[in-house]
């Protein structure tokens, strides 16, 4: 059971918007600890793909966005691609726990 | 380039003991804190344990608190984490990660799998 909770699969078509979420508590994501976000490639190591809640790394399509409110937080891809099918996990800090991590999203393109 | 390759998997039978060794380069390895992330086969990110720049604090999850031991050497650009007291249950690719100052891990290795198996 992880500390921070993602919905296990998402789905949508090329071209579509798709919303990935990563609800927290207030000892986490609540309390004001910034969330970050990972895409995994099938067999590859994680990716790191927004910073500080919305920021993305160089290199990084405009079409990944991030938003934080409250205890929660979400992960945003507009203008989906195939390439974009991969697992997605949030990640943030603790106060009691130290470093969590969401239990990942599998996003599948139909 | 940042690079960091990690190394010491393999299968051991559990109650035994292994050493991952995580080699960094293209960066200034004395700037950042350097952790250990695993994932089992099939499952999600798990922080594992964390050392800061200067080796100043360790921290470990309650998983792995009292078997697993976290360290640096500077001099060889080298992250380590001896692993005693393995457990079934401790199999997983384990990835080291390098974090920024403000949180996020923006750099990680390919990973090294672990496997504890009788």
């Known amino acids: 059971q992880s500390v921070l909770t993602q919905p296990p699969s998402v789905s949508g078509a090329p071209g579509q918007r798709v919303t990935i979420s990563c609800t927290g508590s207030t000892s986490n994501i609540g309390a004001g600890y910034d969330v970050h976000w990972y895409q995994q490639l099938p067999g590859t190591a994680p990716k790191l793909l927004v910073y500080?809640?919305?920021n993305r790394p160089s290199g990084v399509p405009d079409r990944f966005s991030g938003s934080k409110s409250g205890t929660s937080a979400s992960l945003a891809i507009i203008g989906l691609q195939a390439e974009d099918e991969a697992d997605y996990y949030c990640?943030?800090?603790?106060?009691?726990?130290?470093?969590?991590f969401g239990g990942g999203t599998k996003l599948t393109v139909l | 380039e940042v690079q960091l390759v990690e190394s010491g998997g393999g299968l051991v039978q559990p109650g035994t003991s292994l050493r991952l060794s995580c080699t960094a380069s293209?960066?200034?390895?004395?700037?950042?804190?350097m952790h250990w992330v695993r994932q089992s086969p099939g499952k999600g990110l798990e922080w594992v344990s964390g050392?800061?720049?200067?080796?100043?604090?360790?921290g470990y999850a309650d998983s792995v608190k009292g078997r697993f031991t976290i360290s640096r050497d500077s001099a060889k650009n080298s992250l380590y984490l001896q692993m005693n007291g393995l457990r079934a249950e401790d199999t997983a690719f384990y990835f080291c990660a390098r974090r920024t100052l403000l949180g996020w891990f923006d750099s990680w290795g390919q990973g090294t799998l672990v496997a504890v198996s009788s």
């Open positions: 050392i800061s720049w200067n080796r100043g604090s360790e």
């Open positions: 990640q943030s800090y603790d106060g009691s726990l130290s470093i969590v």
């Open positions: 293209g960066f200034d390895f004395d700037d950042y804190a």
């Open positions: 500080h809640n919305t």
